[in-house]
């Protein structure tokens, strides 16, 4: 069943609103398809004007910023998901996102249902600097 990203059928007041126009097809919308943890598996989507959205339906990577610089860094699971509560328990990613890495806690800065890849910001630290360097 097709989606739409439609105005509303009535008024503030209740009322019903006339239409002035049919459905367009620049109106409908996507099904969602949710960003796991696990293999990596990005699907390529046409978007408008020849763009393509990349949307990752496995992931198991994460660009990690740590002080300045960009590391990739193997993700364990997720801790919290602002979104849904229900996402941590099916390893849900979307932006804003809490996961584990081998670094330590990450906040998503990224949507990787758009992007086909996580960024994350670090925000506890469980290596220390020596260990992060010899990787």
């Given at each position: 069943m097709t989606k739409w990203n439609l105005n509303s059928k009535r008024k503030k007041t209740g009322g019903l609103l006339k239409k002035g126009r049919k459905k367009k097809r620049y109106q409908r919308a996507r099904d969602y398809l949710p960003s796991h943890v696990g293999k990596k598996v990005v699907k390529v989507k046409k978007a408008r004007s020849d763009n393509v959205k990349r949307i990752g339906l496995g992931l198991n990577e994460a660009n990690v910023m740590i002080e300045g610089k960009a590391q990739k860094t193997k993700i364990i699971h997720v801790?919290?998901?602002?979104?849904?509560?229900h996402f941590v328990r099916r390893n849900i990613v979307t932006k804003g996102a809490i996961i584990q890495t081998e670094i330590g806690k990450a906040r998503v800065t990224s949507r990787p249902g758009q992007s086909g890849a996580i960024n994350a910001v670090l925000i506890d630290r469980t290596m220390t600097k020596e260990k992060i360097k010899k990787k």
């Open positions: 801790i919290e998901n602002p979104a849904d509560p």
